[in-house]
């Protein structure tokens, strides 16, 4: 468990990656280069910007999706967070954050790559940076109680047709879609 070993992973998930489009290629590319410059770049640490693991979390059914109201961010957005250097890889951090900020310990996820975003924000450092967020398709039982972490102003299932209005709903339908997409296949 390492920065290294953080660093690796983030790179292969990329690497294996197979983009649904040329502006995720790019992104893809661009995410690649990012890792390549920098050594601490899964890390929070690293205050002009580092990888962060997100989980879109579905029931079984695909019927319901799992959101967090983001106390930073102000919208119903996928679970996740930054990368701990307890983490082996950016997989296990994504399954991470999904059980503590759902209480759901009986989660599966998928280890290929669901899509990549990367945006502006003032996190936990105080200063504004970047994530560079990795996200993950992740799967609950049916019906899963759900348990709000204290990183979280609310936490809800919400059909994945019936979003709420100040949901992140661009990012959300997208990975939903390619989550259908993926367990169709």
Do not use: Y
């Not at 502006?23 to 890792?35: G, I, N, P, V, Y």
Request: net charge negative; aromatic share 4%.
């Amino acid at each position: 468990m390492s920065a290294e070993t953080l660093h690796r992973s983030a790179k292969d998930v990329l690497e294996q990656w197979s983009t649904p489009s040329a502006h995720d290629e790019s992104l893809r590319h661009t995410m690649l280069a990012f890792l390549d410059s920098a050594p601490d770049g899964c890390l929070r640490r690293h205050a002009p910007g580092h990888i962060t693991a997100s989980s879109l979390v579905v029931d079984e059914s695909l019927n319901h999706v799992l959101l967090t109201l983001h106390p930073r961010v102000g919208k119903w957005i996928q679970l996740g967070g930054h990368c701990e250097p307890t983490d082996d890889t950016v997989i296990d951090s994504a399954l991470r954050e999904a059980r503590e900020e759902s209480g759901i310990h009986d989660l599966r996820i998928d280890p290929a790559l669901l899509s990549a975003h990367t945006h502006p924000i003032t996190c936990s450092l105080g200063v504004p940076t970047r994530h560079l967020d990795l996200r993950f398709l992740v799967v609950a039982p049916d019906n899963s109680p759900i348990v709000r972490s204290e990183e979280s102003t609310d936490l809800q299932w919400w059909p994945v047709d019936s979003l709420p209005a100040n949901a992140e709903h661009e990012s959300v339908n997208h990975m939903v879609s390619l989550a259908r997409l993926r367990l169709q296949a």
